[in-house]
């Protein structure tokens, strides 16, 4: 965009290849009653795809310097309403409960760093059926990785648990305006109820992967050592482990077990 000053603190790369912006919007297949919650919209580039879909749209936008192209967008669109808003502050539920929505769709396509807050924040105060997030390759690598890997981590544990797990395509770092230094993948969330049915208390199986995580040289013994570890022991004997395990050799199941054991 010509004469726009791209805020780095706020991640602002927009995407500029309608391929990919197509491959984006067709990855959600809404139907009429639902809603798309779009975080980040910037100059409106996936925005007036997501339009032409018969839902209604609703996009929070921190920065009011795109006021003048959004306004637009949302003039030219019933279906579409821009909150100029940080989406980490507002209150989700007073948007999507002023109608009676079917099914949640969010996307996204944000800075590292409010990445995790944000999905935090989605499952929280919504239920999403879907969550489609663009982010650095690296870090999609991590979503999706299983144990034993470099990658796997209490991120995977806690993505994998609440979510069934996709990419929907790599994007070039050339597909944007500036030009960032890495490449990105666009990742699908799918809402999945799975692991949830089989854990007792959630709380204490959140507390139960950050513990075992906090160090990542450390084994089990260390991690968790204000837990009862010879219970803890007995249950890794089963699965062949002991307490000088590490976190990143553990499944999904295997942290279940353990927590509801506890
Ligand atoms: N979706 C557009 C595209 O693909 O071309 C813009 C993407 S750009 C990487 C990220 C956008 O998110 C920017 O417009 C930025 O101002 C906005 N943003 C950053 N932090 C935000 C927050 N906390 N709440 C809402 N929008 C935010």
């Not at 726009?4 to 990919?20: C, H, P, R, T, V």
């Not at 936008?61 to 909150?83: G, Y």
């Not at 204490?204 to 260390?222: A, G, V």
């Amino acid at each position: 965009m010509s004469n726009f000053e791209y805020k780095k603190s706020l991640g602002q790369n927009f995407l500029q290849n309608q391929n990919i912006i197509n491959k984006i919007a067709s990855s959600l297949t809404p139907s009429k009653n639902d809603l798309i919650i779009e975080i980040g919209p910037g100059a409106g580039a996936l925005t007036k795809e997501l339009v032409k879909k018969e839902c209604d749209v609703i996009c929070f936008e921190i920065d009011k310097r795109l006021e003048n192209i959004l306004n637009k967008l949302e003039s030219d669109n019933n279906n579409l309403k821009v909150i100029f808003e940080d989406f980490l502050k507002v209150n989700i539920k007073t948007y999507i409960d002023t109608k009676k929505y079917d099914k949640l769709y969010f996307v996204g396509n944000l800075p590292y760093y409010i990445t995790t807050a944000i999905i935090n924040k989605i499952i929280k105060e919504s239920t999403p059926y879907e969550i489609v997030i663009m982010v650095q390759k690296e870090v999609a690598e991590r979503f999706n990785a299983t144990p034993g890997s470099r990658e796997y981590g209490s991120l995977s544990v806690f993505l994998q648990y609440n979510f069934k797990i996709e990419k929907v395509c790599d994007v070039n770092k050339k597909c944007f305006e500036p030009i960032p230094k890495v490449d990105s993948t666009v990742i699908k969330f799918k809402t999945t109820s799975k692991y949830k049915e089989k854990v007792k208390n959630e709380d204490k199986f959140y507390k139960i992967i950050k513990d075992s995580f906090t160090h990542k040289r450390k084994n089990l013994r260390n991690n968790l050592m204000n837990y009862d570890l010879s219970k803890i022991e007995e249950i890794l004997k089963k699965y062949n482990k002991d307490l000088t395990s590490r976190a990143e050799s553990l499944t999904i199941e295997e942290f279940i077990e353990i927590s509801n054991n506890l």
